[in-house]
């Protein structure tokens, strides 16, 4: 069994993986080899094969937490070609070193381990996104849609109407082309829409709209529906406790949205109140 500790180290989108890659890097080049004995310069060719080796096995295959066969293999196999090429890498070094100083640059070697720890440390970030990315394309590859239910539909639609407020027209366009998304066939107090791109968006692009609906929960729990915005498009509708401290979910006082007849509307202000809508 794998360790969270383990799995950090063999994952090169954890931050604890790209945290030490890039000390370990950038530590190496400020060791100039030729002012080592051939045993310590020795070693330092094995150290520097070894880290060679293991950075490559983690990396080599980004989908995998553990040192499966393969990417065992390809560590090894970066470890070997870097002992069989350290004298040339150390005289390479050396070159390096020399042309710096003759352009002028003091201290060599700490622009080479700063340029070698920059290197690593933006390959860490690159995996790491490309981590992310795919952790969202799975998820939404999860995802499942369907037709906004008539329940959300008309309460969405209540509140976009309930009374005059920029770009509730544009809004009330994309629900009327949204799909809701949805995970599984229990009753969910937040519903979230998928709206095409191509349609026209409201100002601000992000806000929670200033129109809510408020009821109360079979057990007296006052409660309020929000539509929230993202990016000029309804994003999802959630039923929330008025009270900012509650602290439960209200998933489990609920089954059903409420029926627009048991709702009343309110306007939030600028001050930060809100205020009655009449019909």
């Not at 383990?6 to 030729?34: E, H, K």
């Not at 082309?177 to 692009?205: K, N």
């Not at 009821?215 to 929000?226: E, I, R, S």
Request: proline residues 7%; without cysteine.
């Amino acid at each position: 069994m794998v360790s969270k500790e383990q799995a950090s180290l063999t994952d090169p989108a954890s931050p604890v993986f790209g945290f030490v890659a890039t000390a370990v890097m950038g530590a190496l080049p400020l060791i100039d080899p030729f002012k080592l004995n051939s045993t310590t310069r020795r070693a330092l060719h094995a150290a520097t094969a070894a880290a060679t080796g293991i950075y490559t096995a983690v990396t080599v295959d980004r989908n995998s937490t553990t040192l499966v066969p393969f990417r065992a293999v390809a560590g090894l196999a970066a470890t070997a070609v870097a002992l069989r090429f350290a004298d040339a890498g150390d005289a390479l070094d050396s070159r390096m070193v020399q042309k710096l100083r003759s352009a002028g640059v003091k201290y060599p070697r700490r622009w080479m381990a700063a340029g070698s720890a920059a290197l690593t440390f933006a390959a860490f970030l690159a995996d790491r996104a490309a981590a992310r990315k795919e952790e969202y394309e799975a998820v939404s590859g999860l995802e499942r849609l369907q037709p906004v239910g008539p329940a959300v539909h008309n309460l969405t639609e209540s509140i976009l109407r309930a009374t005059d407020v920029a770009g509730a027209g544009a809004l009330l366009a994309q629900l009327d082309v949204a799909q809701e998304i949805y995970w599984d066939d229990g009753f969910s107090s937040t519903a979230q829409f998928r709206v095409p791109d191509e349609l026209p968006r409201a100002v601000p692009h992000n806000q929670v709209f200033p129109v809510r609906a408020l009821y109360t929960a079979p057990n007296g729990l006052p409660l309020q529906v929000l539509l929230q915005v993202f990016d000029g498009k309804i994003d999802h509708l959630a039923i929330d406790a008025v009270d900012p401290e509650y602290p439960d979910s209200v998933d489990d006082l609920l089954d059903a949205w409420p029926d627009l007849s048991a709702v009343i509307y309110v306007l939030e202000r600028p001050d930060g109140r809100t205020t009655p809508i009449h019909s």
